[in-house]
């Protein structure tokens, strides 16, 4: 072979070798996707809700005082926190505190007048005895003892009654709560209940308050564990159903249910509004998977894709809840097993995967 000839012949064996590639450098990469375990769950029957949180029946109160009179004194603002027998406003007390003298110096002029009277008519009944009195004279004076006593009664109720008028000037917490309205200013005059001086409401429980239908609230019962969640917090209050109203709404012809909550943090709010699940029944034994691991199928059901030996395998599934990115499903899965929740939602049944860690 001529020396050019072997030089063309070495050229092309070299691009030959240089268009050659390994196989692992032709396959693609796997799919990437997260896992988590299938934890144990519990199937129940529930009913989801949706209404305002509001104070206990009883435990919002309206305050004005029992006299009328200028409001010298309103310790408190909107928002407040108070505590039980906390004076919190007071009328102007000089009216009340006058007749209050007034009443005790009724009282000592009556005492005075009584202990005169007793004198006088132990003196006659003395002189009666010994024939220097008549007895005339003797039942004159104890009848004026028993009017002079009558008086001192009716001026000992006065003077209670100025006391009690006294206590009426100032308004007090009736239970630890928060100030949730103001209706009369400093200074200004008050008189009767309208409009009140103050709101005060209890916030530890609070309550929900829910309409449902007539065919729901059938299903509800007085002591059934309710979950309350609400937009801004974090996690789920924890309470039950407080009462079913025995009356339908004539509007709505819907029926208030109370669910309550313990609230000793003041986390929630009055007026805010809130959503709950009422759990009716407990169906037995679930599993529990992140919302994200169901998964579409051709027939409109869910399914979960198990992982098993780098290979993912679709299985089907029943969802019996789902709240707060949470599912109880049923189903061919044990606890333990490994679903996907990420990259999971077109892998085709069997396909191979790279798991994230």
Known sequence: MSPRLALLACLFASGVGCQRTSPEEAAPPLPRVRVVPVAPGQAV???????LLAAPPGREVRLSPRVPG????????????????????????????????????????????????KEKRARTDVLAEHGVAARQDAEQDRSAEAAARATEARARSALELARRGVGRTSLQAPFDGVVTAIGVRQGEMV?????????????????????????EAAAVQPG????????????????????????????????????RF???????????????????????????V?????????????????????RVHRLPVRVVSEDEGAA???????VGDSVVVEGGYSLPDDAGVEVLR
């Open 224 to 259: 059934q564990r309710a979950t309350l969640t609400v937009d801004g917090l974090d996690g789920a209050r924890e309470g039950e159903v407080a009462a079913v109203s025995p009356a339908v709404d004539p509007q709505s012809g819907n029926v208030l249910i109370r669910l």
């Open 262 to 288: 313990a609230n000793p943090r003041g986390e929630l709010r009055l007026g805010a509004t809130a959503k709950a699940h009422v759990v009716l029944a407990s169906l037995g034994s679930a599993l529990a």
């Open 191 to 215: 008189e009767g209940a309208n409009p009140p001086v103050l709101q005060v409401s209890a916030t530890d429980p609070l309550e929900l308050r829910a309409y449902v239908t007539q065919q």
């Open 70 to 117: 200028r409001l010298s004194l309103l310790r408190v603002a909107e928002g407040d926190r108070v505590r039980a027998g906390e004076v919190l406003a007071q009328v102007d007390p000089l009216d009340a505190t006058a007749e209050l003298q007034q009443a005790e110096a009724a009282l000592r002029e009556a005492s005075s007048a009584l202990d005169a009277a």
């Open 290 to 310: 992140p919302s994200s691991a169901l998964l579409p199928r051709e027939d409109g059901g869910l399914a979960v894709a198990r992982l098993v030996d780098g």
């Open 328 to 334: 109880v499903i049923q189903g061919p899965l044990s």
């Open 45 to 51: 029957r529930g009913l989801r809700v949706a209404g």
